[in-house]
């Protein structure tokens, strides 16, 4: 069966440092791989998407990016962070046949001080 | 046209009792309505989907309604417990280049009281 990991699961990192949130999908090849963030009490909001090996899609234009090194690796990167990047970060895979069905893993949750 | 409209933001109902959330969207390109379910620190699960050429889909005490024309779909949950209680997003999904970039609603916190 397919799962998907997420690391660090809670992170607190001051103004100005860097970021590094890792994902990891196990169970199937070449995904769909996709970064969320959801703000506290608000909606979920894409950032970035992949459809294959070094190539990214991003969303809105923001202090963040992304890279997939591997099929099943996927990294959200920062070199400094701002307070507004403070959020819940998601994950998710799709296999790219059939419906969209999106699996997400379970959040790294990031505040910036 | 991008968005998706969910209400309400918050629902409180009594142990046994229909909770409906409803969703609105205007971009007539999506094709794939999906349903997820969230609990406190925890990533979404999907919990139903539907596409736009049935009006009705039923899973367990989960149902959509959809109504093409009004560009309207809804959740109903029946019998609903407190174990339902969670945050629900509509979500849809244009398909084509834009396959697996779902438009998400705002979320609606769902409790219900024992």
């Known amino acids: 069966s397919q799962t998907i990991h997420q690391w660090p699961a809670t992170l607190v990192q001051p103004v100005g440092s860097p970021l590094s949130l890792e994902c990891t999908v196990e169970?199937?090849?070449?995904?769909?791989l996709y970064w969320y963030r959801q703000a506290a009490g608000r909606g979920l909001q894409l950032l970035f998407y992949?459809?294959?090996?070094?190539?990214i899609s991003s969303e809105v234009p923001q202090n963040l990016s992304a890279s997939r090194p591997q099929d099943r690796q996927f990294i959200l990167s920062s070199k400094k962070l701002l307070l507004s990047d403070s959020g819940f970060y998601l994950c998710?895979?799709?296999?790219?046949?059939?419906?969209?069905?999106?699996?997400f893993g379970e959040g790294s949750r990031l505040t910036v001080l | 046209q991008q968005q998706v409209k969910q209400s309400p933001q918050s629902l409180i109902v009594q142990k046994g009792g229909i909770s409906i959330i409803n969703c609105a969207y205007e971009?007539?390109?999506?094709?794939?309505f999906p349903w997820y379910q969230q609990f406190p620190g925890k990533g979404p699960a999907l919990l139903i989907a539907?596409?736009?050429?049935?009006s009705e889909k039923k899973e367990g005490r989960f149902t959509i309604s959809f109504n093409k024309s009004a560009k309207q779909f809804s959740l109903h949950i029946m019998d609903s417990q407190p174990g339902d209680s969670a945050t629900y997003f509509c979500?849809?999904?244009?398909?084509?280049?834009?396959?697996?970039?779902?438009?998400f609603g705002q979320g609606t916190i769902l409790t219900v009281h024992p």
């Open positions: 998710a895979w799709v296999s790219g046949r059939g419906p969209p069905e999106l699996f």
């Open positions: 169970g199937t090849s070449n995904p769909n």
């Open positions: 992949s459809v294959g090996i070094g190539q």
């Open positions: 971009n007539t390109a999506f094709d794939y």
């Open positions: 539907i596409r736009p050429d049935v």
């Open positions: 979500a849809a999904d244009a398909g084509g280049t834009s396959y697996g970039k779902l438009t």
